[in-house]
């Protein structure tokens, strides 16, 4: 080889080389490129949870309210997945919440009532209740652990009573079960105003906590929601560490106190409805009166104070770009206070029958609205039972976390619901065991079973059954019991088996009853 072609040859070695190495730094710069932005991963979304205090099913625009006004709860049934025939797992508020934060039927639990009270007891009773614990068993992994223990920052703010009101210091708060904030939530049931400072000098038990920060005029439910608020505001961007917010407002609950700037509004609209008249006689319920129409100014307002802070909180995950990696979830903890010695309570549930502390469906059925736009089919509206043990694995899943069935035993995930895939979900029945006396229910302790359209209850006093075609009768009118003998007593059994099998603890007779009965006999 010549010197010439010795020298053409390593001019192109040179130049390949050259090319080789201009290759490879465009290639790395493209490299570095990618992964200064990278895709986004997909992040765990956030959750909030708003579980509203005594609310009915039938207090919503959705459900066919025309004197309530609930635009933004609406609106997010018509964006999001609407269960019609959703309930709460038992008529009053502590259990159902409880059954929220395990995925367990209340009675499995042993927490069948309220604030750990037993119930009315004493010589006018045919039954005795059973004990009940006031708090969720420690070794129970809750929704907020669970939650907590893959990542998820944890708050809760408002209404907890999930501690019985005889005992004394936090052991069972929010902060002992998985939160890592805890606003106004405590053993008590109610606040002590709406009003700052939430207080009350005749039930000091039911002072709000964690809210001394406010001012003379401020409403508890708004003031709740400004907590909510800067919890979000405080939180990460799009893609940051998630969380899970428990909203589990005061209202409606009594004492009803409505924010006073909206009482003109209601006042006048009821007037103008021509309902202020319709309600003198109520309806008759057993020994009891529902009230037979919505009228009710005050408590309109604290309807509509609820939906209107709930649209805050929305509006708030949009401004901040987190409402679409925001799973959003709307129930009460049991029917509205429509039942009671005479016919002006709060509240009317019809078209169904009688409302808190009943096992008929005024006091079971609950408003059931899941919102996800990355993870489900907006404008579904569902006809499948579902109920408050549904909410824990349906969040996991929703969420891509692995499923604990040995903790959430009695619920199901409505996840397959939730696309329109299916329409349907591979469950037997729902259950229902209320073993106590409340004093605005004059059937006495009752439970009940729902499987496909019929509903069996069973009075305990009595051993009576009832039967209803729920998806012909909403309004129980129709006792089927001893037209259908076969159903009935196939029914009566399963929910004899359920209640066995889940450890439900029963009524036993009450030999005070039996004496003081004799005693009025003979005298």
Same mark, same amino acid.
């Given at each position: 080889?010549?010197?010439?072609? /010795? ?8 130049? $390949? ?9 465009? !290639? ?11 895709? %986004? ?46 309930? $709460? ?5 502590? %259990? ?8 367990? =039927? ?13 119930? &009315? +007891? ?18 129970? /992994? ?24 005889? +005992? ?7 902060? $002992? ?10 053993? !008590?049931?109610?606040?002590?105003? =709406? ?13 709000? %906590? ?39 407002? =005061?209202?409606?609950?009594? %004492? ?31 020994? &009891? ?8 100014? $005050? =408590? ?21 770009? !987190? ?24 509240? &009317? ?156 603890? +029963? ?17």
């Amino acid at each position: 080889m010549s010197d010439l072609q /010795i020298s053409k040859q390593a001019s192109i070695h040179s130049t $390949a080389r050259k090319h080789l190495v201009l290759i490879t730094l465009i !290639m790395a710069f493209a490299a570095f490129a990618v992964n200064a932005n990278p895709k %986004p991963n997909i992040a765990k979304p956030n959750i909030v949870l708003f579980l509203i205090d005594d609310l009915g099913w039938a207090d919503l625009g959705v459900t066919g309210s025309t004197f309530y006004e609930t635009p933004n709860i609406d609106r997010l049934a018509s964006e999001g997945v609407f269960f019609t025939d959703a309930y $709460a797992a038992n008529p009053v508020c502590s %259990p159902t919440r409880a059954s929220v934060l395990t995925g367990k =039927y209340p009675s499995r639990i042993g927490l069948t009532n309220h604030s750990g009270s037993r119930g &009315s +007891m004493g010589p006018n009773h045919m039954l005795t209740p059973p004990e009940v614990v006031g708090n969720m068993p420690p070794e129970e /992994i809750t929704l907020a652990e669970a939650l907590k223990n893959v990542g998820y920052t944890t708050a809760h703010i408002g209404k907890w009573h999930l501690q019985a009101h005889h +005992m004394k210091g936090r052991e069972h708060y929010p902060e $002992a079960n998985g939160f890592d904030l805890n606003i106004a939530g405590h053993k !008590m049931g109610q606040p002590g105003d =709406y009003y700052f400072p939430y207080t009350s000098k005749q039930h000091p038990s039911t002072n709000v %906590p964690d809210m001394e920060d406010g001012k003379e005029g401020d409403y508890l439910t708004d003031a709740l929601t400004d907590k909510a608020i800067k919890f979000i505001e405080d939180q990460g961007g799009q893609g940051e560490k998630p969380f899970f917010l428990n909203m589990w407002y =005061y209202t409606v609950h009594t %004492p009803i106190i409505p924010d006073k700037t909206k009482l003109k509004k209601y006042t006048q609209k009821a007037k103008a409805m021509g309902l202020v008249d319709k309600n003198k006689d109520g309806i008759k319920e057993h020994q &009891s009166v529902s009230r037979g129409v919505q009228s009710s100014a $005050a =408590y309109a307002c604290m309807v509509e104070s609820m939906d209107e802070n709930i649209g805050r909180i929305i509006a708030t995950l949009k401004k901040r770009g !987190m409402f679409e990696n925001t799973i959003i979830v709307f129930l009460s903890d049991n029917g509205g206070l429509s039942t009671g010695s005479g016919p002006n309570s709060p509240t &009317s549930s019809l078209p169904l029958r009688a409302g808190k502390a009943w096992v008929y469906e005024g006091g079971i059925r609950s408003p059931l609205i899941i919102s996800y736009p990355a993870g489900v089919k907006p404008g579904l509206k569902l006809s499948e039972p579902a109920v408050s043990t549904d909410i824990y694995p349906t969040l996991l899943e929703l969420a891509g976390l692995p499923l604990n069935p040995k903790q959430h035993v009695d619920g199901l995930s409505l996840k397959p619901l939730l696309d329109g895939g299916k329409v349907s979900l591979d469950r037997e029945a729902i259950y229902f065991h209320y073993p106590h006396y409340h004093h605005i229910n004059t059937m006495g302790p009752a439970g009940a079973v729902r499987a496909g359209d019929y509903k069996l209850i069973e009075v305990y006093e009595t051993g009576k059954v009832e039967l209803y075609n729920l998806r012909e009768d909403i309004g129980e009118s129709k006792d089927l019991a001893q037209q259908k003998p076969q159903l009935t007593a196939k029914l009566t059994k399963m929910l004899h088996h359920w209640r066995k099998q889940s450890g439900a603890l +029963m009524t036993t007779p009450n030999p005070e009853y039996v004496k003081a009965k004799d005693w009025r006999n003979k005298h």
